[in-house]
């Protein structure tokens, strides 16, 4: 009964985070390389390819008064976890059929994806200047990590009123 309901609640958060996804222009791969200069390193590293702190400090002061951008982050990396933790469900519950090995790897996998995805909300909330947006981020972050991994935790209504709130506050019904 509880990998039904995970099933269902994994099914359920990629369709709500696929709706909830913003326009239908903003992608869903990743971002692109950045440009390189002669000596092939990026505009913001130095020598050894380590970002330079005053210049990412400037595009972190800049983009914290970007709500929009920040909402499309957020959406963008709701849709790819959800998409991840879909084919990580059906990649655990194949290994569970090929030992323990596999099952440990599958859980490690999901355990990745689940703290890659509290973190990436946390480190947004963070970043945000608005206070509603730094909120609801927030929110969503610490409930993502409170499930610790455990896909049997997820609750499909939950995961909706977690992304209503996003929605709301960055202006999407």
Do not use: W
């Not at 390819?49 to 008064?65: F, I, Q, R, Y």
């Amino acid at each position: 009964m509880r990998r039904h309901a995970a099933a269902a609640a994994a099914l359920s958060f990629a369709l709500l985070a696929a709706g909830c996804s913003g326009s239908d222009q903003e992608s869903t791969t990743a971002a692109p390389t950045p440009a390189t200069g002669s000596s092939g390193t990026t505009a913001a590293a130095g020598p050894a390819g380590a970002a330079d702190p005053a210049v990412a400090a400037s595009a972190d002061a800049a983009l914290s008064a970007d709500t929009e951008a920040i909402c499309g982050q957020a959406a963008r990396t709701s849709t790819n976890f959800g998409t991840n933790f879909a084919a990580d469900y059906k990649n655990l519950i194949g290994a569970a059929a090929q030992g323990a090995e596999a099952k440990s790897r599958a859980q490690e996998k999901v355990t990745r994806d689940v703290d890659g995805y509290a973190y990436a909300l946390l480190d947004m909330s963070k970043l945000a200047a608005d206070p509603a947006l730094k909120k609801a981020l927030a929110t969503m972050g610490a409930q993502v990590t409170a499930l610790k991994g455990d896909i049997a935790k997820l609750d499909a209504e939950k995961l909706a009123n977690l992304h209503a709130t996003l929605d709301q506050v960055c202006g999407k019904n």
